[in-house]
């Protein structure tokens, strides 16, 4: 993809997608930087600066892009999203891990409504597509004293990018939105980024009023449309120790329920997933 | 009256607690007066006497090596314990805000945030718990020295349960 297509069809236009946000609050101040180290350690110094809760960053290029446990999320082309939300609430640390799952459902939400496609949610927030993954969300919070200083939720989505732009090394892994619609329309050109940010940011607008007027279980009713691991039988690494299990369900606070044996059944919030 | 009847009679007077006893007959004259009670009585006074004293003194000594080895336990324990029971109630723990895994690290191949001894500026982070996949690194209200870490790398740990105890500087 050359740089004049790009810049044609598929530039990255604030002030587009602040025309369209319907929410009360998320997007409202959005902050552009064609490259940056990652979008979320940007975010995370804006915040500290003070800009106001539900702040967006926005970047064509990360050159320190990072996933969970210092994993490095690529970003080549400057055809992808790199976006995070930075929140300020008055909840307690306990009850943001809810994030997670606001954010899961509101991109796969975006991603049906934009690119018409099918998202599932492989536990608790990768989105993918026809078993690869195409979005990662980093959520990073801050906390004094049982308070949250703020929550930073970092969301890559590879959007148009093509097989040529990924390492080989992830290439049987990770899917982009473009190359999943050429599977049913040789045809098919690169995505409108605009609208699939706008779409996330009211989204996840929605989502997050929901969550704070009705709880976490309002917004899993959301989550369960793309949640695509029950009953199957998955591996997890929780500490040192893999454990085997199959999927039953979600509980009310999002953490995974695994049946381990006849009559046991173990809540899983943090691990490694294997299938 | 031979000198046998006289015995039986000291035993009879000695058995019958009679105290005085005096028996003229003709030129035979036997006069018994038995002071053995009231010699008795003096000793035991005596003995109780030298008892109390002896009670007293060993009560005494007692009370010294009870005094000198409070005072010498006191004395250890102020010095041994003073210095950290003053630092122990101003110690704080810093207590996980949820259920999670506990990271030392930002990630597995970077250094710890902190060891033991480190001097940690306000508003810096010490560790991660993560659950969910939310990375929450907890970050120090005050600038303090680590004095122990609670809990291993990549453990469970549970809401409220402390991670770490520091000194305020």
């Known amino acids: 993809m050359d740089e004049i297509g790009l810049k044609d069809v598929n530039y990255i236009d604030i002030f587009e997608i602040k025309k369209n946000l319907k929410g009360a609050f998320v997007g409202k101040n959005i902050y552009y930087e064609e490259k940056v180290d990652s979008t979320n350690t940007l975010a995370r110094e804006?915040?500290?600066?003070?800009?106001?809760?539900?702040?967006?960053?926005?970047?064509?290029?990360?050159?320190?892009?990072?996933?969970?446990?210092?994993?490095?999320?690529?970003?080549?082309?400057?055809?992808?999203?790199?976006?995070?939300?930075?929140?300020?609430?008055?909840?307690?640390?306990?009850?943001?891990?809810?994030?997670?799952?606001?954010?899961?459902?509101?991109?796969?939400?975006?991603?049906?409504e934009v690119a018409s496609l099918k998202p599932q949610i492989k536990w608790p927030n990768d989105i993918l597509i026809d078993s690869k993954k195409v979005s990662g969300i980093l959520t990073e919070m801050s906390?004094?004293?049982?308070?949250?200083?703020?929550?930073?939720?970092?969301?890559?989505?590879?959007?148009?990018?093509?097989e040529k732009d990924m390492e080989d090394?992830?290439?049987?892994?990770?899917?982009s939105l473009l190359i999943e619609s050429k599977k049913t329309n040789e045809f098919a050109g690169?995505?409108?980024?605009?609208?699939?940010?706008?779409?996330?940011?009211?989204?996840?607008?929605?989502?997050?009023?929901?969550?704070?007027?009705?709880?976490?279980?309002?917004?899993?009713?959301?989550?369960?449309?793309?949640?695509?691991?029950?009953?199957?039988?998955?591996?997890?690494?929780?500490?040192?120790?893999?454990?085997?299990?199959?999927?039953?369900?979600?509980?009310?606070?999002?953490?995974?329920?695994?049946?381990?044996?006849?009559?046991?059944?173990?809540?899983?919030v943090s691990g490694e997933i294997y299938f | 009256?031979?000198?046998?009847?006289?015995?039986?009679?000291?035993?009879?007077?000695?058995?019958?607690?009679?105290?005085?006893?005096?028996?003229?007959?003709?030129?035979?004259?036997?006069?018994?007066?038995?002071?053995?009670?009231?010699?008795?009585?003096?000793?035991?006074?005596?003995?109780?006497?030298?008892?109390?004293?002896?009670?007293?003194?060993?009560?005494?000594?007692?009370?010294?090596?009870?005094?000198?080895?409070?005072?010498?336990?006191a004395q250890t324990l102020k010095s041994e314990l003073a210095e950290p029971a003053s630092k122990k109630e101003t110690l704080k723990e810093i207590v996980s805000p949820f259920v999670g895994s506990f990271y030392r690290s930002p990630s597995p191949d970077k250094p710890p945030f902190v060891e033991v001894d480190s001097v940690v500026e306000k508003n810096s982070p010490v560790c991660i718990v993560e659950a969910m996949k939310i990375m929450n690194e907890i970050e120090v209200d005050i600038k303090c020295r680590i004095v122990s870490i609670l809990v291993e790398n990549g453990q469970l740990v549970e809401y409220g349960q402390p991670l770490f105890l520091v000194e305020p500087l």
């Open chain 1, 46 to 112: 804006l915040s500290l600066k003070g800009v106001k809760n539900g702040s967006v960053v926005i970047s064509d290029y990360q050159e320190r892009g990072r996933g969970r446990n210092g994993k490095i999320w690529t970003s080549p082309c400057g055809c992808n999203i790199y976006m995070s939300i930075i929140l300020k609430p008055k909840f307690s640390p306990e009850v943001a891990q809810g994030m997670t799952i606001l954010a899961a459902v509101s991109v796969a939400d975006a991603i049906a």
């Open chain 1, 143 to 162: 906390t004094q004293n049982m308070i949250i200083e703020h929550i930073i939720v970092g969301i890559g989505i590879n959007v148009n990018a093509e």
């Open chain 1, 169 to 175: 090394g992830i290439k049987n892994i990770a899917t």
């Open chain 1, 190 to 268: 690169p995505l409108n980024r605009n609208k699939l940010i706008t779409s996330i940011l009211n989204k996840f607008d929605k989502y997050y009023e929901m969550f704070l007027s009705t709880g976490l279980s309002s917004v899993l009713q959301y989550y369960q449309k793309y949640f695509s691991m029950i009953g199957k039988e998955i591996e997890i690494n929780i500490r040192d120790k893999r454990v085997k299990g199959q999927v039953v369900g979600i509980d009310s606070k999002g953490a995974l329920l695994l049946k381990t044996g006849e009559n046991e059944l173990e809540k899983v």
């Open chain 2, 1 to 73: 009256m031979n000198i046998n009847d006289i015995k039986d009679l000291i035993k009879f007077i000695k058995s019958n607690k009679i105290k005085e006893f005096y028996y003229k007959k003709g030129d035979e004259e036997v006069s018994v007066k038995l002071s053995h009670e009231e010699t008795a009585a003096q000793d035991l006074k005596h003995r109780v006497r030298e008892k109390k004293e002896y009670l007293a003194q060993i009560e005494s000594i007692e009370h010294a090596e009870l005094t000198e080895l409070s005072a010498r336990r």
